[in-house]
């Protein structure tokens, strides 16, 4: 008996194996928002930040906002305090409200000029890789706009009409265009020359098919990473341009316009142009940090190892 006693019992590093899951115990996963956040600091912090200031831009009405154009000249220059959080201008105006209000502008202008620009410099570059004959003189039009700034091609076009919200978006998106189709005509190209495109045309898959399933597809991840930083671009052009004078009407609240009529006061009232520039850094922060996680999420090549 004690002999087969002997050989049911398992060897001793069999027994101190089993008995390890008891002992220390197994490495847990964080999940949920927060183990997103660990996983992907710079989405997590430029997403959070960014829907931020898209709700103060919706509920600016209901955030102790005033009409941000209502004049109160015995209210002029006038420091923070409860009743005006940011305190006046020169001319009585509420400066909170204007900041806030200011953030409808340098949102709608950065999201529109990013989805216009993306659409139209999607439609390009693809016609551009895809049909050899096209692309000599598409690329020769897109490197000649590219050699102008952005912002003096944008200056120039305001020139050439009046100031409002949708020529700058008009303006800028012209201005913005060529990089997107650069970027979208070098992936296309690369993409030509992969195993699985050569097999479809072997198949006899036509181009449109091809570049609908095989292609297109392909070169969304990229260029919604560009979008973010056209985004962010388009902002800074936008208060550039407002600052200047050539952009939105001096009647609207814009970052841009905030900063351009505090700048002859900037040495005795600071405050006239560090909150507007306050929220404009902030904002082209978070969208900066949003293009950066989202560029590590999708090239397969700079992922992260979770």
Known sequence: MAAESAALRPPPGLAVAAELPDVIPPRRRLTGALGFARRRPAIAFGGGLLVVMLLIAVFAPWLGTVDPGVLA??????????????????????LYS?????????????????????????????????????????????DGMMSIPPILLAVALMALTRGSLQNVVVAITLAEIPRVARLVRGVVLSLREQPYVDAAIAAGTGTPMI?????????????????????ASAMIVEAILSFIGAGVPPITPSWGNIMAEGRALWQVKPSLVFFPAVFLSLTVLAVNLLGDGLRDALDPRMAKSL
């Not at 305090?81 to 105006?93: K, N, Q, V």
């Not at 202008?109 to 410099?121: D, E, N, P, Y």
């Open 73 to 94: 000249t015995s209210k002029r220059l006038r420091p923070p305090s409860a009743e005006a959080w940011f305190g006046t201008d020169m001319l009585g105006r509420d």
């Open 98 to 142: 204007r900041v806030v209000y200011g953030a409808r502008v340098s949102l709608t202008v950065g999201f529109a000029v990013a989805v216009l620009a993306s659409i139209a410099g999607l439609a390009i570059g693809l016609l551009s890789g895809t049909v050899r004959w096209v692309d000599g003189f598409v690329m020769r039009l897109i």
């Open 211 to 231: 570049v609908i399933r095989h292609i297109l597809p392909n070169t969304l991840a990229p260029m919604t990473v560009q979008a973010t930083y056209i985004c």
